[in-house]
């Protein structure tokens, strides 16, 4: 049986970030992909699962909701939540992500870590950043970020394992490179810190259109979805929630 198109370009994303890894002189093991799978339908992550893929992210607590039974067939698979969240949707995030990329304010911190103690249980999260500082996106502004962290670490239910960014939009490879860059500093300032329970291993950055740069600037975690997918059909503006803000997985 031959490959399917969705085998095709997870080979091909393969072969670009290995490519990305040796430019910047990383191994290829120090990144992972996560499959973005915003209005992918349940045959197409079912290719992916049976490809072996076993980490995905929802953008849409809806969607997490009613993908999430496939992928209790397979053992191995585990979502995360990598879109932005309303508090008043945590109790089913909590649910169902193993992690939230994308907490940005001590409010939403705080409902997590309210929920999680009722349930008795402990979440990954990483501190989102808006490094492009354009007002349609979500995230901590740069210079609130290790205020930010600081907060978020009195809460023992929040394990804080890194840092998330989006690249700047229709922006030149130097601009998005520097968005990249930003938030490998903000990183480097957070770990000499020394924050107890605080962990900065992780940086998710990099989507379909400028992961190879963000490999090369320090990404441990690209976001891919149209490149393995196929273009979407359902309109951005379906993910921007509460007011403005871009899709976090591409």
């Not at 989006?166 to 990249?180: H, L, M, V, Y």
């Not at 090369?216 to 921007?240: C, S």
Request: glycine share 6%; proline share 2%; hydrophobic share 40%.
């Amino acid at each position: 049986m031959s490959p399917s198109l969705i085998e095709q370009n997870l080979a091909a994303v393969r072969r670009q970030m290995e490519h990305a890894c040796q430019t910047s002189g990383r191994s290829h093991e120090d990144v992972q992909l996560l499959l973005a799978t915003k209005t992918v339908s349940s045959e197409k992550l079912r290719l992916a699962l049976q490809a072996g893929e076993t980490l995905f992210g929802e953008n849409k607590v809806q969607e997490l909701r009613d993908k999430y039974p496939l992928l209790q067939e397979y053992k191995q698979a585990e979502w995360h939540f990598i879109g932005h969240l309303q508090t008043n949707k945590v109790k089913d995030v909590v649910k169902y992500a193993t992690c939230v990329h994308s907490v940005d304010r001590l409010k939403l911190g705080q409902a997590l870590h309210q929920q999680l103690e009722k349930e008795n249980k402990a979440m990954d999260i990483l501190v989102q950043v808006n490094t492009s500082y354009e007002e349609s996106k979500f995230g901590v502004s740069p210079e609130s970020a290790l205020e930010l962290i600081e907060q978020l670490s009195r809460l023992d239910t929040l394990r804080i394992k890194g840092l998330m960014t989006i690249g700047k939009w229709n922006a030149s490879q130097d601009e998005t490179r520097a968005c990249f860059r930003l938030l490998k500093r903000i990183q480097a300032q957070a770990a000499g810190q020394h924050i107890a329970g605080v962990e900065m291993n992780v940086l998710s950055m990099g989507m379909s259109g400028d992961f190879p740069i963000a490999i090369e600037e320090g990404a441990t975690l690209i976001r891919v979805g149209t490149r393995i997918f196929g273009e979407r059909y359902v309109a951005d503006d379906y993910y921007w929630n509460e007011t403005l803000g871009y899709t976090i997985g591409d």
